[in-house]
């Protein structure tokens, strides 16, 4: 079994910078074999994907509203995946969750961190 824990959410201002972390326990040995990728919920919206990261780290894929703006990295040793996020935009304002899994199946969620961006 795994266990996803994300930290870091708060409340910025527009422009500013957050960086989220994604910390898995118990069987963290297989999460350096899953596919890591972080998500976003919105008041009042579904829940939409934001980014992923393979095992390796090697391959990473984001949502278009957050290219350019966003990185994805992972340290595999420290069972830790993290999400920086720069030139953060009201609309960014949301419940940011990590999961872990394959593309076609995140098996394991963490419960969100909330991420708040003031214009």
């Known amino acids: 079994q795994v266990q996803l824990v994300e930290s870091g959410g708060a409340s910025v201002q527009a422009g500013g910078s957050l960086r989220l972390s994604c910390a898995a326990s118990g069987s963290t040995f297989s999460t350096s074999f899953m596919v890591m990728g972080w998500f976003r919920q919105a008041p009042g919206k579904e829940r939409e994907f934001v980014a992923r990261i393979s095992s390796s780290g090697t391959v990473t894929y984001y949502a278009d509203s957050v290219k350019g703006r966003f990185t994805i990295s992972r340290d595999n040793a420290k069972s830790t995946v993290y999400l920086q996020m720069n030139s953060l935009a009201p609309e960014d304002t949301a419940v940011y969750y990590c999961?872990?899994?394959?593309?076609?199946?995140?098996?394991?969620w963490g419960q969100g961190t909330q991420v708040s961006v003031s214009s």
């Open positions: 999961a872990a899994g394959t593309l076609a199946n995140y098996r394991y």
